[in-house]
């Protein structure tokens, strides 16, 4: 009998060394021990920037200030990022060394019962973090080579002289922006009429803009029917009859939420696991937390709901967590889109009365050298009160960037507060701060 059994091993872990420390009896289950620490760490986030990082490195290379020519030698950027996986995942499994660890495939088969490996294993609260998995629509023949996903690009041995991508989420433009800059000819296929239409238009225009640049094909309006491996490569038939040839195609339609370790009918599924604003399921006691909830699929939201969570059963009465104050970004190159709070997409869609401030960047110097002539910041605040609302950035390294709003939100500081702050020249803060005035 555990005080709390954490079932998935990705973020999940920070809660389990929490409620471990604060003396509670504890089991983590992963199904795979060499991925503790979760899809972030070795299939995601972690690994995907590394590689953008390097490919924007032979980016900045081709600038005519700069002589002779980079390439990626992908079999070495690979090895170098196994074994930093490998150095971070030892680090990870020292941390949890506090608790027990239990490798297997789990089920949860009645309350506060989870079944692993023929043993059942008991619980007076469950703590579920299955994550999620990449999403390939019908008709599609994933084959793991040429017709791949995003865990695939991260063990390539070659970079491929074309690609198609399907879908326009942050991993379909994310690795958009790794194998244009990277030498590849890229053809980008939308099911949509636009890119990032969630966006401000002028951001949604300006990544348009960005592509373009950087030599990527864009085909909005186009959805798949079948995609299947040919003599030639990849042979992709669209809705409308038309066809298209290319090396390889990357599927990047999303993910859906790892639901089938809940085997009994009191814990609700409907697009993920069911749960309040406290992440508890249909069941009490039982909760979920990161992709499997289908609330964000982000590993910074994750890691925030297993700590709440354990904040919870610890009895520390922590007030609910606001998931709109969560920082949301896609890291494109050269400059990369982050939105915190509410943009104007959702301001509008809401009918909320609000300011918006916009400052270009190519109002400052600094933009000239930073590939930022086409990047801009929107702040948002409220018409009546001046409280800040939220903040859009399109610009070099805008996850970064956008950190001194989400803290504004945090601490529900208004225009007059945010206008008190000085930040440095040169930098595209000083934009930010800009918008602020303007306001």
């Known amino acids: 009998?555990?005080?709390?059994?954490?079932?998935?091993?990705?973020?999940?872990?920070?809660?389990?060394?929490?409620?471990?420390?604060?003396?509670?009896?504890?089991?983590?289950?992963?199904?795979?021990?060499?991925?503790?620490?979760?899809?972030?760490?070795?299939?995601?986030?972690?690994?995907?920037?590394?590689?953008?990082?390097?490919?924007?490195?032979?980016?900045?290379?081709?600038?005519?200030?700069?002589?002779?020519?980079?390439?990626?030698?992908?079999?070495?950027?690979?090895?170098?990022?196994?074994?930093?996986?490998?150095?971070?995942?030892?680090?990870?499994?020292?941390?949890?060394?506090?608790?027990?660890?239990?490798?297997?495939?789990?089920?949860?088969?009645?309350?506060?019962?989870?079944?692993?490996?023929?043993?059942?294993?008991?619980?007076?609260?469950?703590?579920?973090?299955?994550?999620?998995?990449?999403?390939?629509?019908?008709?599609?023949?994933?084959?793991?080579?040429?017709?791949?996903?995003?865990?695939?690009?991260?063990?390539?041995?070659?970079?491929?002289?074309?690609?198609?991508?399907?879908?326009?989420?942050?991993?379909?433009?994310?690795?958009?922006?790794?194998?244009?800059?990277?030498g590849s000819s890229v053809t980008v296929i939308d099911r949509h009429d636009s890119l990032l239409k969630s966006a401000h238009p002028q951001i949604t225009k300006a990544l348009k803009e960005q592509f373009v640049n950087l030599g990527v094909t864009l085909l909005t309006n186009h959805s798949i029917q079948s995609a299947s491996e040919s003599p030639d490569g990849v042979q992709i038939r669209f809705e409308d009859g038309i066809t298209l040839q290319t090396q390889m195609l990357l599927v990047a339609t999303g993910r859906k939420p790892n639901v089938d370790v809940v085997a009994t009918e009191e814990i609700e599924i409907k697009r993920g696991i069911t749960t309040d604003e406290m992440f508890e399921t249909t069941l009490a006691k039982h909760y979920a937390i990161g992709d499997c909830n289908a609330k964000l699929q982000l590993a910074h939201a994750a890691r925030a709901e297993a700590l709440h969570v354990t904040k919870q059963i610890l009895g520390k009465s922590p007030k609910p967590l606001n998931l709109g104050h969560v920082v949301k970004f896609i890291h494109t190159l050269p400059m990369s889109y982050a939105v915190v709070g509410m943009g104007k997409n959702e301001l509008e869609n809401k009918q909320l009365p609000y300011k918006e401030s916009l400052v270009l960047l190519k109002q400052f110097t600094y933009s000239v050298y930073n590939h930022a002539k086409n990047g801009l910041i929107v702040t948002y605040a409220d018409e009546k009160s001046g409280k800040i609302l939220g903040a859009e950035i399109f610009a070099p390294n805008a996850e970064e960037l956008i950190a001194s709003v989400a803290m504004s939100l945090a601490g529900d500081m208004n225009l007059t507060q945010a206008k008190e702050t000085i930040l440095a020249h040169p930098t595209f803060s000083e934009a930010l701060e800009r918008t602020f005035y303007k306001l």
Do not use: R, W
């Not at 709390?4 to 003396?23: D, R, T």
């Not at 990082?53 to 030698?73: C, K, M, R, T």
């Not at 992908?74 to 971070?88: F, G, R």
């Open 1 to 182: 009998m555990y005080d709390i059994i954490y079932i998935g091993g990705g973020l999940n872990y920070a809660g389990a060394i929490v409620a471990a420390k604060a003396g509670k009896k504890v089991a983590l289950i992963e199904s795979d021990m060499s991925q503790l620490g979760g899809v972030c760490l070795h299939k995601g986030c972690i690994p995907s920037k590394m590689f953008l990082h390097y490919s924007n490195l032979v980016y900045e290379s081709s600038s005519e200030i700069l002589q002779g020519a980079l390439s990626l030698d992908i079999e070495t950027l690979v090895e170098k990022k196994n074994a930093l996986l490998k150095s971070v995942t030892k680090v990870v499994t020292k941390q949890c060394s506090h608790f027990e660890l239990i490798e297997g495939k789990a089920k949860i088969i009645a309350p506060h019962k989870v079944a692993v490996n023929g043993e059942v294993y008991e619980g007076e609260y469950i703590v579920i973090g299955t994550g999620s998995s990449a999403f390939v629509p019908e008709g599609i023949e994933y084959n793991g080579d040429d017709i791949i996903i995003s865990d695939d690009v991260l063990e390539l041995t070659y970079i491929p002289k074309e690609i198609a991508i399907y879908g326009t989420g942050a991993i379909g433009l994310e690795m958009a922006s790794f194998f244009a800059t990277a």
